[in-house]
T-cell receptor, first 115, second 111 residues
Framework: DTEVTQTPKHLVMGMTNKKSLKCEQH?????MYWYKQKAKKPPELMFV???????INESVPSRFSPECPNSSLLNLHLHALQPEDSALYLC??????????????FGPGTRLTVT | KNEVEQSPQNLTAQEGEFITINCSYS?????LHWLQQHPGGGIVSLFM???GKKKHGRLIATINIQEKHSSLHITASHPRDSAVYIC?????????????FGTGTQLKVEL
């Protein structure tokens, strides 16, 4: 299984809602990533988990809260988002820890719209 | 100025043409990723390389570390190759090797 899955594919939420994005991989990868991508822009790194511990937080606002319950699963909890947070949220994973150089495998993304 | 630059930003080709997309970077890197993103959003890894040349089917990627330059070539292009192609460099930072993305090249291959 060389796949990273993400659910849901699409999400529309109001500014007062709480929702979660889910990412899963069964490749035995030990590093997992959240990226945010706005239209016609490259992905921007948000968070990195390495061996289930948060290793990088790229100064992301606290309304985004990551969680890594186990080595296969990565969640992104959303609360009190703003319309400018509307974007494609991509999850990725790689072998080894985030400090090393390993090919990253990306999921299909969750397209989030905040109304 | 972005540490990773791509050219061209947009490219339209006729089916069968040989295509080259260029990537240059301004800092030392550990390795470089070539990625493909289709309109649906999902990103597929094409190559990861730190020296020389790699080939997979009709795709060829080369890198010249001294000149800080990489190219992605597509031979016998086909409409299904239409996508955004992104180069991303592993740049060593205080937090380890961070993937820094170029701005992407939108490729359209017409019949």
């Amino acid at each position: 299984d060389t796949e990273v899955t993400q659910t849901p594919k699409h999400l529309v939420m109001g500014m007062t809602n709480k929702k979660s994005l889910k990412c899963e991989q069964h490749m035995g990868h030990r590093a997992m990533y959240w990226y945010k991508q706005k239209a016609k822009k490259p992905p921007e790194l948000m968070f990195v988990y390495s061996y289930e511990k948060l290793s990088i937080n790229e100064s992301v606002p606290s309304r985004f809260s990551p969680e890594c319950p186990n080595s296969s699963l990565l969640n992104l909890h959303l609360h009190a988002l703003q319309p400018e947070d509307s974007a494609l949220y991509l999850c990725a994973s790689s072998h080894g820890d985030s400090g090393s150089i390993y090919e990253q495998y990306f999921g299909p993304g969750t397209r989030l719209t905040v109304t | 100025k972005n540490e990773v630059e791509q050219s061209p930003q947009n490219l339209t080709a006729q089916e069968g043409e040989f295509i080259t997309i260029n990537c240059s970077y301004s800092v030392g890197i550990s390795a470089l990723h070539w990625l493909q993103q289709h309109p649906g959003g999902g990103i597929v890894s094409l190559f990861m390389l730190s020296s020389g040349k790699k080939k997979h089917g009709r795709l060829i990627a080369t890198i010249n570390i001294q000149e800080k330059h990489s190219s992605l070539h597509i031979t016998a292009s086909h409409p299904r190759d239409s996508a955004v192609y992104i180069c991303a460099a592993f740049i060593l930072t205080g937090g380890g090797n961070k993937l820094t993305f170029g701005t992407g090249t939108q490729l359209k291959v017409e019949l």
